[in-house]
């Protein structure tokens, strides 16, 4: 067993999980991989279950009986991975917009420079994005700046979905009050690791959009963020974060 695990949630990813789990498997670190399939429709569940007979001891599988949100998705992940014995867990997407290949630098981020948190990083360099309209990049870039302006994070990629968390931190947030399960999930779990005084790092990734399959961004989505940071400054200012 590996000490670090890798965390993908799936709902109809038929057409990259093979290559992605393929992908995280071939890097020169050892990562196992748990994925959190919502019973997609698609058949992603099967893929997963024929690869797990070739790696039978590093990939694995908890299946749930419907869509919660991806947030939910994480969360269930963490708690897997918890009671596994996990040191180092990993947010990555399924649809290859996340390069497998930037894993051992988050990982050596946090293993071996001192990071609690390590962000893969689209904006700490200019703006790394590749295949995506202008239009949306420009809406990601200055959400980023939005959520940083109003609480105040340290943190250029306030957006990012792709992270190394060492388990310390994970231990000390508390799943039952996170407020949120799409998009502003990940503008949560940042601001509380931060508010509890664990270290942030970006690490610069270059993004590219996904080739195959669909994509789960929605207005409903991107509105869960916009107020969602509002609600938690005001959140943030009757509450108190011991420091981790």
């Not at 071939?26 to 099967?46: A, H, M, W, Y």
């Not at 599988?61 to 949100?69: A, H």
């Not at 997407?93 to 996340?98: E, G, K, R, T, V």
Request: proline letters at 4%; glycine letters at 6%.
């Amino acid at each position: 067993m590996s000490e670090a695990l890798v965390i993908i949630p799936t709902y109809n990813e038929k057409e990259n999980i093979e290559t992605v789990i393929r992908l995280v498997f071939n890097q020169q670190e050892e990562f196992d991989v748990l994925i959190v399939d919502d019973s997609s429709p698609d058949g992603t569940r099967k893929i997963v279950e024929i690869l797990m007979e070739e790696f039978p001891r590093r990939l694995h599988l908890e299946s749930r009986k419907e869509k919660n949100g991806l947030g939910t998705a994480y969360i269930h992940g963490f708690k897997w991975g918890m009671a596994k014995g996990y040191e180092y867990i990993f947010e990555m997407d399924a649809d290859l917009s996340h390069n497998p290949a930037d894993l051992p630098r988050l990982l050596e981020a946090v293993k071996t420079n001192g990071a609690d948190l390590a962000i893969g990083s689209r904006y700490c360099k200019g703006v790394n994005v590749v295949n995506w309209p202008m239009t949306r990049v420009l809406l990601s870039f200055f959400a980023s700046k939005y959520v940083r302006f109003i609480l105040g994070i340290p943190i250029h990629d306030t957006t990012a979905g792709f992270k190394c968390y060492r388990r310390a931190v994970l231990e000390k947030i508390n799943f039952d009050k996170i407020q949120f399960v799409g998009y502003a999930f990940q503008i949560e779990m940042k601001f509380k690791s931060w508010k509890y005084g664990f270290k942030l790092v970006e690490v610069p990734v270059i993004f590219t959009d996904r080739t195959a399959g669909q994509s789960k961004m929605s207005t409903g989505i991107i509105k869960e963020a916009i107020f969602g940071v509002l609600k938690l400054k005001l959140i943030s200012v009757f509450t108190k974060y011991p420091k981790g």
